[in-house]
């Protein structure tokens, strides 16, 4: 049996709420996706950088409140920037992947995603009965209704396709 050669030879295909030959939902995901992982690289790469551009800082005006305040009260010691920068990296590049991987419709990244979201929405959830924030709260239910999309509404768009377009 050949697969169909297009979404319009899909049954129960609806091919009018698509954009760019991918429905909105899929797009939608892949965009916040790809925009927050950029972001997460931007961010490691300078938390990275974050000791040394303190030390700049304090070189060029040694009463900096800001600097001085952030030294005392956070010792930031390039070890520690070097760790979270890192780790940040590694989920903005994950975030990435998924991103790409969903535009080009990987069929592992439904597994690989669910793991990777879910474990994202476990420490978010364990994050939230440390402290409750709206920002917490709605990247929590971003990271859920991905999780849903992943898990009911994914399959259907990767199984009644080729893999690539």
Same mark, same amino acid.
Request: cysteine-free; glycine content about 8%; aromatic content about 10%.
């Given at each position: 049996?050949?697969?169909?050669?297009?979404?319009?030879?899909?049954?129960?295909? +609806?091919?009018?709420?698509?954009?760019?030959?991918?429905?909105?939902?899929?797009?939608?995901?892949?965009?916040?996706?790809?925009?927050?992982?950029?972001?997460?690289?931007?961010?490691?790469?300078?938390?990275?950088?974050?000791?040394?551009?303190?030390?700049?800082?304090?070189?060029? /005006?040694?009463? /900096?409140?800001? &600097?001085? #305040?952030?030294?005392? +009260?956070?010792?930031?010691?390039? !070890?520690?920037?070097?760790?979270?920068? &890192?780790?940040?990296?590694?989920?903005?590049?994950?975030?990435?992947?998924? *991103?790409?991987?969903? #535009?080009?419709?990987?069929? !592992?990244?439904?597994? &690989?995603?669910? *793991?990777?979201?879910? &474990?994202? *929405?476990?420490?978010?959830? #364990?994050?939230?009965?440390?402290?409750?924030?709206?920002?917490?709260?709605? !990247?929590?239910?971003? /990271?859920?209704?991905?999780?849903?999309?992943?898990?009911?509404?994914?399959?259907?768009?990767?199984?009644?396709?080729?893999?690539?377009?």
């Amino acid at each position: 049996m050949q697969s169909p050669s297009s979404e319009q030879d899909i049954p129960g295909s +609806h091919s009018g709420r698509h954009v760019l030959g991918r429905p909105l939902g899929l797009i939608l995901i892949a965009l916040y996706k790809i925009v927050w992982g950029f972001v997460e690289v931007f961010s490691g790469l300078v938390i990275k950088a974050s000791p040394a551009l303190l030390a700049s800082e304090l070189t060029e /005006d040694p009463q /900096d409140l800001a &600097a001085n #305040w952030i030294i005392a +009260h956070l010792h930031p010691s390039q !070890a520690s920037a070097n760790a979270l920068g &890192a780790t940040i990296l590694v989920l903005g590049l994950a975030k990435i992947v998924v *991103a790409l991987a969903l #535009w080009y419709r990987v069929k !592992a990244i439904r597994p &690989a995603g669910l *793991a990777f979201f879910g &474990a994202i *929405a476990a420490f978010g959830m #364990w994050h939230l009965t440390i402290s409750v924030t709206p920002v917490a709260i709605a !990247a929590l239910v971003g /990271d859920l209704f991905i999780l849903w999309y992943f898990w009911t509404i994914l399959p259907r768009h990767l199984s009644m396709r080729r893999l690539y377009e």
